[in-house]
């Protein structure tokens, strides 16, 4: 008896449990806002763009800094194999005297040699006695007096040499090539975070895809299984029938066959709901294994709003990323015209150093640190180079004409998208108004079918016949429910609205 109860006890707690993990499956349902919320907090890829951003940021910040003055600190040593003498050997220079012209010369009294008189004027002889000029030939003289320089005293220790010196440039004006590389790295910024947005937006787009075409497969699905069971009702009504001996073998083998059939396509249609679940959960970084539901399984889809084109056209141009970013392309090649037209025009840059050495030779020649300041100003101005800087402006300003081109190419291309998404938008609506009355006749048909059958009037096949046009009315407003989600989609997605969900 114990046991007995043992046993309901555990049956009955294994039931609970089996309910409440039901219910929390259950809870685990996700609307296509919350779908589209994971995919954009787990997204790899969104993560990747956003760490662009901060790149083109940080050379934004970057490319300011050449506003700036560059401060920079140098310090060398270097090691001489030999010292630095500035006379080859001892040397005597002669003792003369600075004459009133200011001039070196001497007197008579500070040379040895002779003296004549030529035309009236005293003329110094060599050692042969011949007379000569001193200014030409002063080898010949012979001085009294010499002054010593001994080579020692002449050669400097320079074994071991130090040097640093701290400093800065400041550029004045460079023909405005830091303004408009500042401004190609603002707008490189700026196309990032339209990466950004770009990605957000193709993201929700494959997650708006993967969620309808999991609704439209699990309606499939849940079609199939009332195609199932409708049939699986049938073939045990024709049984009944044989029995009584209405029917025939024949009509049971026609119901199997079409239930056979019925169970193959149940079969893909569990499969297919399970493989479009894993590409969500993927695309939105979830568990692929998981089992999550989605809130809009049991929602039938209605009409899609068709936007006035001339409005669509209008703010497609405005909204669309394609055209921002190459709005900001072209702003790039003006800049890169600009870059190209500075290479006329001079560059200013002023600089200031303090530079130390030891040895110095600010007080004759010591083995001793000193420094001192210095500042200046260059300028360079250019004036000649076969072309080469015509050539490249003209460059430059071509790549601005293509720019400019291709702009008016995509928006000729924006416009022709955004009509042929309203006629989609148009024929989807269309569509799905005439399944709804296709569904309407099919069910009208079904009865029919049904109670002609009954009383004989018509055969098995035509009742069979009944059942899959009825089933393929439900597929075809299936269809044409998620088409209309599609279109409408499509539709967003050309005027460049990123909330495309309603």
């Not at 005297?97 to 005293?122: C, H, L, R, V, Y």
């Not at 303004?179 to 490189?188: D, P, Q, T, W």
């Not at 049984?239 to 026609?254: H, M, R, S, Y």
């Not at 099919?442 to 046009?469: C, M, R, V």
């Amino acid at each position: 008896m114990h046991s007995y109860w043992f046993v309901i006890m555990k049956k009955s707690i294994y039931v609970a449990v089996c309910l409440l993990m039901a219910v929390k499956a259950s809870a685990q349902t996700y609307t296509l806002k919350e779908y589209e919320e994971f995919a954009l907090q787990n997204s790899k890829s969104l993560k990747v763009s956003q760490e662009r951003i901060n790149a083109a940021s940080h050379l934004r910040k970057a490319a300011f800094t050449q506003f700036l003055p560059s401060f920079q600190a140098v310090g060398t040593y270097m090691w001489n194999q030999k010292n630095i003498s500035l006379l080859a050997e001892d040397a005597l220079l002669p003792i003369g005297t600075k004459m009133a012209d200011g001039s070196f010369g001497f007197t008579p009294e500070q040379i040895s040699n002779g003296w004549t008189m030529i035309d009236g004027k005293p003329v110094p002889l060599d050692a042969d006695g011949a007379p000569f000029n001193p200014k030409t030939n002063p080898e010949k003289i012979m001085w009294k007096q010499y002054a010593y320089l001994p080579k020692e005293q002449l050669t400097y220790d320079v074994h071991n040499v130090f040097a640093a010196g701290i400093g800065f440039t400041q550029p004045i004006y460079l023909g405005g090539k830091i303004r408009e590389l500042y401004k190609i790295a603002s707008i490189g910024e700026k196309m990032a975070e339209l990466q950004v947005d770009n990605k957000r937006e193709e993201l929700l787009i494959s997650v708006d895809q993967a969620y309808w075409t999991t609704v439209s497969l699990i309606n499939k699905k849940k079609l199939a299984e009332k195609y199932v069971e409708l049939l699986t009702k049938l073939e045990h009504n024709i049984q009944v029938a044989i029995e009584e001996g209405v029917a025939t073998k024949g009509d049971l083998l026609n119901v199997k066959v079409k239930l056979n059939e019925a169970n193959l396509a149940l079969t893909r249609a569990t499969d297919g709901v399970a493989l479009s679940k894993m590409a969500l959960f993927q695309v939105c970084g979830l568990d692929i294994n998981g089992d999550f539901g989605l809130a809009d399984e049991n929602i039938n889809q209605g009409i899609a709003q068709e936007l006035d084109p001339a409005f669509n056209r209008a703010q497609a141009v405005d909204n669309r990323i394609e055209i921002r970013e190459l709005e900001n392309l072209s702003k790039i090649s003006h800049s890169q015209v600009n870059i190209a037209r500075s290479r006329f025009l001079p560059n200013i840059i002023a600089s200031a150093n303090y530079l130390t050495t030891n040895p110095n030779t600010f007080n004759g020649f010591e083995n001793k640190f000193k420094g001192m300041f210095s500042a200046g100003v260059a300028v360079t101005i250019p004036i000649f180079h076969f072309g080469d800087r015509i050539h490249t402006l003209k460059a430059a300003k071509s790549e601005e004409k293509i720019i400019r081109h291709r702009i008016e190419q995509a928006k000729e291309l924006i416009n022709l998208q955004v009509t042929q998404a309203n006629f989609k938008v148009r024929e989807a609506n269309r569509k799905l108004e005439a399944a709804k009355s296709n569904i309407s006749a099919a069910e009208e048909n079904l009865k029919l079918a049904e109670i002609s059958y009954g009383e004989g009037l018509i055969s098995i096949t035509d009742l069979l016949t009944a059942q899959t046009a009825w089933i393929s009315a439900y597929s075809d407003r299936i269809d044409a429910g998620i088409d209309v989600r599609m279109c409408e989609l499509h539709l967003r997605k050309s005027i460049g609205i990123s909330n495309i969900t309603r």
